[in-house]
């Protein structure tokens, strides 16, 4: 089993839609979690942190932390054509340490 | 306030050559990732450093790598030997604090002729 696992891709919405990015991890003891956007040959680039339970919101996106199902989610509302990128999603915590453990990514495709 | 800064943003080398990659953080930052992207996969974590000592090199490859982060001056990660298979995006990552958010460089992409 894969420590973090997203959900495969690519995905593809239209311009305005809401953009649906899932993320499931396997160590129990993970404490923090974190949604990065890489660009096409670029660095990741940090859109969320999320600690509790519950909903974050920050501008068009919002992290959901689901602790007892082991579930992290990313909603992007209003997509733009520029949001298409891969979606990246990070623990902390448990047996890895402080260091990130990184999902396979979502490739998002926003179509105008 | 700068972000990570890395150099050289490329680098290419013949096989059997050193390559030296550099990294420094964000002001104020004092814990230092590296971590590795090989062409069409994820990010992978090499190691972690603070101020002179190296906190978790469990993600490093045995032979040679290596990693500093002196008290003064940038971090390196340094490849001896360099085979083809080093060939990938190298990318820095710098933090204020244990398990916190993690802000990345630009990332070093070396070329293994």
């Known amino acids: 089993q894969k420590e973090v696992e997203q959900n495969s891709g690519p995905l593809s919405v239209p311009e305005g839609a809401i953009a649906s990015l899932n993320c499931t991890y396997s160590?129990?003891?993970?404490?923090?979690f974190f949604w990065y956007r890489q660009y096409s040959g670029k660095s990741p680039e940090l859109i969320m942190s999320?600690?509790?339970?519950g909903d974050k919101e920050d501008g068009r996106f919002t992290a959901q932390l689901n602790k007892a199902s082991q579930y992290v989610s990313l909603l992007i509302r209003d997509s733009q054509p520029s949001d298409s990128a891969t979606y990246l999603c990070?623990?902390?915590?448990?047996?890895?340490?402080?260091?990130?453990?990184f999902g396979e990514g979502t490739q998002l495709t926003v179509n105008p | 306030n700068a972000g990570v800064m890395q150099n050289p943003r490329h680098l290419v080398r013949r096989r059997g050559q050193e390559a030296r990659l550099r990294c420094s953080p964000m002001?104020?930052?004092?814990?230092v990732y590296w971590y590795r992207q090989l062409p069409e996969e994820g990010l992978k974590f090499m190691v972690y450093?603070?101020?002179?000592?190296?906190?978790?090199e469990s993600g490093m490859p045995k032979e040679r790598f290596s990693a500093e982060f002196p008290k003064e001056g940038p971090s390196i990660l340094r490849i001896q030997q360099v085979v083809r298979g080093d060939s990938a995006a190298y990318f820095c990552?710098?933090?204020?604090?244990?398990?916190?958010?993690?802000?990345f460089g630009p990332g070093t992409r070396l070329t293994v002729l």
């Open positions: 450093l603070q101020k002179e000592n190296i906190i978790d």
């Open positions: 990070a623990v902390i915590g448990g047996t890895s340490g402080s260091r990130l453990t």
């Open positions: 002001k104020g930052h004092s814990h």
């Open positions: 160590d129990r003891g993970s404490q923090s």
């Open positions: 990552a710098s933090s204020p604090r244990l398990d916190n958010e993690q802000f």
């Open positions: 999320i600690y509790s339970n």
